[in-house]
């Protein structure tokens, strides 16, 4: 017998029961989040490719012109900034997902004129993450040219193969990602949720990103997982196969949608 029942025991209140839902199924549901961007990117895979070619092109065009000078290492500050950068270039993706939970065909307008729902807090949180990003290639730049001075080292099995060029490089690697994991870390929990917070529900600045900040403390172990994926799943992309980022920036940029209405389910009935 429930010796607790009747006697007036306060029993744990809903947002707890939703919390530790949330923990005990963290795993299938991150899952569930790439299965909804899948599902979203089917719906809209042309507009949305077309739409995510655009920096497709532009990484293609800056990789291009680093290896031609003989500066392939700084593709890895390069593709590591685009970490910290990436939530703030798919809030087109966040118009669309929303067109599709209200029943309604998204259109490449639609994914343009994302861009252009910015708020004030919008603004200042680009130029935050922007800041973020330039700070990255900057510090990447001093420590490159702390092991490799001011020559150009080109990108072939030497680096490798040669101790005099392998040492250097793996601490440039080392403090460079060092550094890079600490913006992008500061980064995701800042702008995470408070993307989709300020563009759906219009919230201010401070109050999103306040939400985001906690939502990310509540959930360290669910957010840490859903941090690694989209970090791992971008950042391979970028490496192996880049135009494959014209199919995977939908879907995570989809999917992050889908973590928010998870987490947020009051907002998304909005």
Same mark, same amino acid.
């Given at each position: 017998m429930d010796h607790t029942e009747g006697t007036g025991a306060a029993a744990p209140s809903e947002e707890h029961s939703a919390m530790q839902q949330v923990k005990d199924t963290a795993a299938p549901t991150v899952r569930r989040w790439l299965a909804a961007g899948w599902r979203d990117y089917r719906a809209t895979a042309a507009i949305s490719s077309a739409f995510s070619l655009i920096f497709v092109l532009f990484g293609a065009l800056a990789v291009w012109a680093l290896l031609r000078r003989d500066l392939g290492l700084l593709v890895f500050p390069l593709f590591g900034g685009f970490v910290v950068v990436a939530p703030i270039l798919v809030t087109g993706y966040q118009r669309a997902a929303r067109l599709l939970r209200q029943g309604r065909t998204p259109r490449f307008a639609d994914l343009l004129?994302?861009? $252009?729902?910015?708020?004030?807090?919008?603004?200042?949180? *680009?130029?935050?993450?922007?800041? $973020? +990003?330039?700070?990255?290639? *900057? =510090?990447?730049?001093?420590? !490159?040219?702390? +092991?490799?001075?001011?020559? %150009? @080292?080109?990108?072939? !099995?030497?680096?490798?193969? =040669?101790?005099?060029? &392998?040492?250097?490089?793996?601490? +440039?690697?080392? +403090?460079?990602?060092?550094?890079?994991?600490?913006?992008? #870390?500061?980064? !995701?929990? @800042?702008? @995470?949720? %408070?993307?989709?917070?300020?563009? /759906?529900?219009?919230? $201010?600045?401070?109050?999103?990103? %306040? &939400? %985001?900040? #906690? *939502?990310?403390?509540? /959930?360290?172990l669910l957010m840490l997982r859903w941090a690694l994926t989209l970090a791992v799943a971008t950042l391979l992309t970028l490496v192996v196969a880049l135009p494959l980022l014209a199919v995977v920036l939908p879907v995570l940029a989809y999917a992050s949608h889908a973590a928010y209405l998870a987490l947020f389910p009051d907002d998304g009935a909005a």
């Open positions: 004129l994302g861009i $252009g729902e910015g708020t004030p807090g919008i603004w200042f949180l *680009t130029f935050l993450l922007g800041l $973020g +990003y330039l700070i990255w290639i *900057t =510090d990447a730049l001093i420590i !490159y040219g702390m +092991y490799f001075g001011r020559r %150009s @080292v080109p990108f072939d !099995y030497a680096l490798f193969t =040669d101790p005099a060029l &392998r040492r250097p490089l793996f601490a +440039y690697l080392f +403090y460079g990602g060092l550094l890079g994991l600490g913006l992008a #870390a500061m980064s !995701y929990a @800042v702008a @995470v949720f %408070s993307i989709p917070l300020i563009l /759906h529900r219009r919230l $201010g600045f401070v109050a999103a990103v %306040s &939400r %985001s900040v #906690a *939502t990310v403390f509540r /959930h360290p």
